[in-house]
């Protein structure tokens, strides 16, 4: 009895759960095999926009996922509402496989990788051939980011009508990459064409330093999209960002049907390699791969022991096969951070970046 006289009985006994809780939990995750498949557009704030069946919606990742990262590019599968309607919030729940992965790292010495976008299979190296002035070393880091990745590289020259392009294109003979130039006319960007064609039937990143000219081209090659377009300073030759983040956008051919991708990324000023295996770009050399299995144990394939100047003496690699190896080898300076092949275009802007994606 209590000291005010009430009476206890077993039904004010409080059982408390076990420590585990009243319901045991299990590993096994739904498997979701309802959902809708989507592709990533863009990413903004912890949302992520994805086309579904030709129509946006917008979603949140589920908390299955964890630390797996979700980037442009991904396709991904989605419950709930996937209607696209205003104010509607559909649930990622899972990234299908990727095919490509583009990364890079904040500098050579970084460990952490970032995802830029998922895949694609061409890169679009956009450089301007005057004001800015080209810079060769963070051409030749996104050459390595491709060949890393498996993607076919493209060189867009940008600003011909105030530079020759020879010069510049002389610099990568060996490397049998791709290349289109244009130019602004008064009557608009000569050369346009012959970009669209190397885009068509392909998913392509836009890689490049702010105020090369990838935004005006991608407004061209996607009309009504209305990307802001930045300019570049007259005092430090550097272009101001415009673009804050990725975003994929479908290529229109003449008659107005989809024809390829286009992301478009926000202007970089570093290039990190830290994660990348030198086998990986070497593998992007047919003509001189088979060579490394003749290469000493641990090789750099850039000391006097590398197998790789037989090969090419011997004629293995063709009449090109010196010129190739050059490229090759500088290539793999840029990687390790040789002084001979580094320049700032490694190291993070002490201003600060955008980061793509």
Not at 8 to 18: K, Q
Not at 28 to 48: C, L, S, Y
Not at 50 to 71: I, Q, W
Request: net charge negative; with cysteine.
């Amino acid at each position: 009895m209590s000291p005010r006289g009430r009476v206890y009985d077993e039904s004010d006994v409080r059982v408390r759960a076990g420590r585990r809780g009243s319901r045991p939990r299990t590993k096994e995750r739904p498997k979701h095999e309802d959902a809708r498949i989507g592709q990533v557009t863009t990413v903004d704030r912890g949302r992520w926009t994805c086309l579904v069946d030709g129509h946006p919606v917008v979603a949140m990742r589920a908390r299955e996922l964890g630390r797996t990262s979700t980037v442009v590019g991904d396709r991904v599968a989605l419950v709930g509402d996937t209607s696209g309607d205003p104010g509607t919030l559909a649930r990622i729940v899972r990234v299908e496989p990727r095919t490509s992965v583009l990364r890079r790292t904040a500098d050579d010495t970084d460990p952490y990788e970032r995802v830029i976008v998922a895949n694609a299979d061409q890169l679009a190296i956009v450089t301007a051939l005057a004001d800015p002035e080209p810079r060769p070393r963070m051409v030749d880091r996104c050459l390595v980011a491709a060949y890393d990745a498996g993607m076919t590289p493209l060189l867009v020259l940008t600003k011909s009508d105030l530079a020759d392009p020879e010069k510049f294109l002389a610099g990568y003979a060996g490397l049998d990459v791709a290349h289109v130039v244009t130019r602004t006319t008064a009557h608009g960007i000569e050369g346009l064409e012959q970009v669209r064609e190397a885009l068509q039937g392909r998913m392509t990143v836009l890689v490049g330093h702010s105020g090369v000219g990838k935004s005006t081209l991608v407004n061209e090659l996607v009309p009504g999209i209305g990307r802001a377009i930045g300019h570049v300073n007259a005092v430090t030759g550097r272009g101001r960002h415009t673009s804050t983040s990725a975003i994929a956008l479908p290529l229109p051919d003449l008659h107005g049907n989809t024809d390829g991708w286009v992301i478009d990324t926000p202007g970089v000023r570093s290039f990190g390699l830290a994660h990348i295996d030198p086998d990986h770009i070497i593998h992007a050399f047919p003509d001189l791969a088979p060579a490394i299995e003749d290469c000493p144990r641990g090789c750099t394939h850039d000391e006097e022991e590398c197998a790789l100047d037989a090969w090419v003496a011997d004629g293995h690699a063709g009449a090109s096969g010196r010129t190739r190896l050059e490229s090759l080898r500088r290539l793999l300076r840029t990687r390790s951070g040789d002084p001979d092949a580094h320049d700032s275009d490694a190291q993070t802007d002490p201003h600060g970046e955008h980061e793509p994606g």
